[in-house]
Structure formats: structure tokens, C-alpha cells
């Protein structure tokens, strides 16, 4: 029997910035994606329909982002995938990583392979954006600047090879209840964004201006997370909020210090790089 193996990375926000509200309710963003080198796997056998199960027993498996995208698929092309997906999830959830929209975005591109691709690469990409606003970029990973809801994209040809650790406060965040407490005057116009292509040639002032507009609020509403975040700064660090988090995220190393408090506090450290 044939078996598949398939790698879904996380991602972080290197810096978001939030430039409007539109008339359906969501926010218009300005924000930079990043894949890093940290992964839920997935296992992919043949199966006489199509189910999905995880090693995290919070995610009901009618609810998987997973399934929700394989439904499109088969409405959209009339095929509908025979197989069984096991994850084994390494990506915490409501971390701000991105994990159910890799995971989404994986299998999506494996069936569409699998089956010849019948959906074209632009086709894939206004599929994958009705599942999530993150789903479109993790089709392809790297790299990119994510507009609008994050899903209209612009992908850099370089990578970032950085390391980075990302500190996880055992903390759920729902990013829907993060938007609502976005305030007008929270808003950034997109000219006063201080990410220009130019700067990313210069990687020490590139990280200067690197912010989150949406991890503050996230600080306010967790003391979790504020706490993470005021420890990795008082070490030195300058740390940032991955999406609307919960994750917090550092370039570099971390110290002896920072693993000794991690293991104090019962907070999951993750050492990486971005990829």
C-alpha cells in the first residue's frame, strides 16, 4: 500500500500592521510572512473515503481545517480524495504559527498533484483563500509580504536564513477576539510603514523597525504573554508577537537563562531558524 509523508511548516509574522476595516468586518493588513524550520508531519495512506485525525485530542475532526479544505477541492473539481490523514502536530494551536492552515495548504497541494493537478496554480491559490486568510501562503512558504486579509501575496526571491526561537506560553489565542479590539486609531497608513523593499537589504535596521500591531493587544488582554515578552526583553532580546498570537518570537539563541526559565514556567521553547 502506498503511504505519504508530508512536512506542513509553521510561520511567523515578522512584523503586521493593520491599514483598514472593510465593509465584511475584516481588517485589511500589511504584514510579513516567514515559513520557519519547524513542522506538523502528516501521514497519508489510501482509504475508502476521506478522513482526518490528530495527536491533539482539542481539535474535533470535523472542525480540521484539513477537512474543510478537501471538501472545497471536491466542490470545486468534482473529485473527491480517497484517503486517510493522521497529523502529528508539533505546531502548538491558537499560537499565532499558522499551524491548521500549513496543514490545510499541505494536503492540498499533495491531492491536486496526486490527481493531476486539475486545479491550476492561481485556481489552488482563490481556493485556499475562502479555507483561511493563511492558507494561500503556505502553498508556497519562503518568503512574502501578505495583503489584504494576508492573502494577496508578493513572495521575495531570498530567504531569510536566521535563527529564531519562539517561546509558546501554553496559551490559546483566538485570533477573532484579538480583531475585535482593533481601535481606529490603532490603524497604520500603509506610506507610514517603515518596511520598504530597501530596508531589507539591511538586515540590523530591517529588524529595527519590525512590530506587531495586533501582538500588542495580545500583551494587554494575556499576562502570559506580556510576561514572556517583558522577561525576553529584560534579557536583552527584542521579542515579538507571532500573528495574534500567542507566540512570542526572538532572533538568535537563547541563553542558558532563558531555557532554565522556560522549563520554570512550563513554556514551550522552540529552538529553529527561518526557511
Not at 494576508?150 to 536564513?161: A, I, Q
Not at 515578552?229 to 537563562?257: H, K, M, W
Not at 531555557?259 to 529553529?272: H, V
Request: with cysteine; aromatic share 12%; hydrophobic share 40%.
Amino acid at each position: 500500500m502506498e503511504k505519504f509523508e508530508i512536512n506542513a511548516p509553521a510561520k511567523v509574522n515578522l512584523g503586521l500592521w493593520i491599514v483598514g476595516k472593510r465593509a465584511d468586518g475584516y481588517h485589511e493588513i500589511f504584514t510579513l510572512f516567514h515559513t520557519v524550520d519547524f513542522y506538523d508531519r502528516i501521514f497519508i495512506t489510501p482509504y475508502h473515503r476521506f478522513k482526518v485525525e490528530t495527536t491533539n485530542p482539542s481539535i474535533k475532526p470535523e472542525e480540521n481545517t484539513v477537512l474543510k479544505a478537501v471538501k472545497k477541492f471536491e466542490e470545486w473539481t468534482g473529485i473527491f480524495p480517497e484517503f486517510s490523514v493522521f497529523i502529528e502536530k508539533n505546531i502548538p494551536v491558537g499560537a499565532g504559527l499558522g499551524g491548521g492552515s500549513s496543514d490545510a495548504a499541505a494536503v492540498l497541494n499533495f491531492i491536486n498533484r496526486y490527481y493531476g493537478a486539475p486545479l491550476s496554480e492561481e485556481e489552488l491559490h482563490t481556493l485556499a483563500s475562502t479555507v483561511g486568510a493563511d492558507v494561500p501562503f503556505f502553498l508556497k512558504g519562503g518568503f512574502a509580504v501578505g495583503e489584504g486579509i494576508g492573502d494577496k501575496l508578493k513572495f521575495f526571491d531570498k530567504r531569510l536564513n536566521s535563527k529564531i526561537f519562539i517561546i509558546y506560553p501554553n496559551v490559546a489565542v483566538p485570533t477573532s477576539q484579538i480583531y475585535k479590539k482593533v481601535s481606529p486609531d490603532m490603524l497604520t497608513r500603509k506610506e507610514e510603514i517603515p518596511i520598504i523593499d530597501s530596508l531589507l537589504e539591511e538586515f540590523d535596521s530591517f529588524l529595527e523597525h519590525l512590530e506587531n500591531t495586533l501582538g500588542k493587544i495580545v500583551e494587554e488582554s494575556y499576562p502570559e504573554v506580556r510576561e514572556v515578552v517583558n522577561t525576553l526583553r529584560f534579557l536583552g532580546y527584542r521579542p515579538l508577537v507571532s500573528g495574534s498570537g500567542s507566540s512570542v518570537f526572538a532572533f538568535g539563541e537563547p541563553t542558558e537563562e532563558v531555557e532554565r526559565l522556560c522549563k520554570l514556567k512550563n513554556w514551550k521553547l522552540i529552538k529553529t531558524a527561518l526557511k
